[in-house]
């Protein structure tokens, strides 16, 4: 039996790693650890919650006494550690919460490992301390026409029409850290943690750093859930600045899967990119989701494009972010599973579907702060 906390498993690319783990080994106990900030929902995880080898435990990973408490009761042999704040626009207007929870939340779980793992006969035999971490502490990358320019590696994920790469440069895992907003400086902070407690107690630790993820699930604060929320109400869609920014797109699930292999076989000290060298600039990729909004609510494909609405920029706004998961692929044979637009086309009819839980979201509270958000931009 494993015990294994996973933490911010009730957001949106955590409930999909506590799905996957919860249903793929039974014998391993997952212990959710989760604030239920606005970001975290456990409707997420309906349909898992009664699982024997399932746990939920309310709690903030800053609170260093309590996440010690959960260590010793639940003898945890692993950690994978996805709770953060994780959206860029909040963390222009409120960079505190995420100096908080993302670098002295991630240094509370560090320690809390350490002291619990030290005291051991076995001492970091066995144990394995797994951070999530993100692209965008890389920076940005230059943005050229793609014209001619040929992608260094195609996968499953970028294998539809659109196959382009705007840069002949990637983020490979030896790229000097230059985060630009207070999110990615503040994972880029944690990041740090994570590496200095390997390199200065021997903790086994692993980091990995993703591209943009899609799917399920997602707040609906983030680009694709928002516009698909939008375009059903013909509500204006936000693009910021002229939407030339290109993101590098991949379908949660195969996110989750990427996790899964590395938390079992990945090196010890090891980064780990993970990203389907699928970029697409965000205005294309609005024009797919309306699209698609558009046909699978019986409307005129098309119809509703006037809803696009150019808004003043994000503040620092990063051009470009394009993975090299090359590593990944060659030393563990990770691959995406999902072509890009098929992923879009599920995950459109997954939100249309799922009405319920979307309005859930957007009533009430969250509509006031979306309008503030937007107030005094
Ligand atoms: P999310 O905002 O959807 O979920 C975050 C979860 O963390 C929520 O359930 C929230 O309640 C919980 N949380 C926040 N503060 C907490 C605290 N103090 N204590 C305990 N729980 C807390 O985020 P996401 O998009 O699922 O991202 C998860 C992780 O993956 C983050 O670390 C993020 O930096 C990283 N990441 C995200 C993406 C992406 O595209 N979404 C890409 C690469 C990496
Ligand atoms: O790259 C990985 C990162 O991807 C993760 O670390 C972050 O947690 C995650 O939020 C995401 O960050 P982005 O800032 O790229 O995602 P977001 O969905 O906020 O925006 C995607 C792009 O769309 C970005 O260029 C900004 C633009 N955008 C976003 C919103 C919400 C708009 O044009 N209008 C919008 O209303």
Redesign the pocket.
Known sequence: MKNIII??G?????SHVVRLFVNKYPDYHIIN?????Y??NLANLKDIENKPNYTFVK????DFETIMGIFKKYKVDGVIH??????VDRSIKDPFTFAQ?NVM?TLSMLQAAKLTWESLPEKWEGKRFYH????EVYGALEMTDPEGIEPPFTTKASSGKHHLAYGSKFFTEDLKYMPHSPYSAS?ASSDHFVRAFHDTYGMPTIVTN????YGPY??PE?LIPLFINNIRHRKPLPVYGKGENVRDWLYVEDHARAIDLIFHKGTIAETYNIGGFNEWKNIDIIKVVINTVDRLLGRKEGEDMNLITYVTDRAGHDMRYAIDSRKLQRELGWEPSLQFEEGIEKTVRWYLDNQEWMDNITSGEYEKYYESMYANR
């Open positions: 933490t911010g009730a957001g949106f690319i955590g650890v989760d604030k239920l900030t970001a975290g709690a903030d990973i800053c996805l709770a953060a704040e994780s959206h929870t939340g999530i971490s993100t692209d994972k993703c591209s943009n993820n997602q707040f983030k």
